[in-house]
């Protein structure tokens, strides 16, 4: 069974930056689309990024295009999430998701992803 811990999250100061890791057991991601989503306080959860199976073509939310980068690492089943020039607003439990369901050049920003970590969080403030 696909489990996924995210780890990486701190305080962190506006404008700075921060690399979120998603480490993946039981199964090889590289044939799973990758979602990155957050969820600030009182909110909804929301998808800032994803990457697709074996084409690992990203997709990114309008808020977060030019500042977050998703890569993934296949020797070490892992995947990343690069957070440059942060924003107060970036404030947020961030959670990794899986899937197999997709097509390999294909992810989507919203929820539907079969498998969850239990979030990491991120502050960004002075």
């Known amino acids: 069974q696909l489990q996924l811990v995210e780890s990486g999250g701190d305080l962190v100061q506006p404008g700075g930056p921060l690399r979120l890791s998603c480490v993946a057991s039981g199964a090889n991601l590289e044939y799973y689309a990758i979602g990155w989503f957050r969820q600030a306080p009182g909110k909804e959860r929301e998808g800032v990024a994803c990457?697709?199976?074996?084409?690992?073509?990203?997709y990114y939310s309008d808020g977060v295009r030019g500042r977050f980068t998703v890569s993934r690492d296949n020797a070490k089943n892992t995947v990343y999430l690069q957070m440059n020039s942060l924003k107060p607003e970036d404030t947020g439990i961030y959670y990794c998701a899986a899937d197999h369901h997709f097509a390999s050049s294909y992810c989507p920003l919203g929820l539907n992803y079969d498998s969850w970590g239990q979030g990491t969080p991120v502050t960004v403030s002075s």
């Open positions: 990457i697709s199976g074996t084409a690992a073509n990203t």
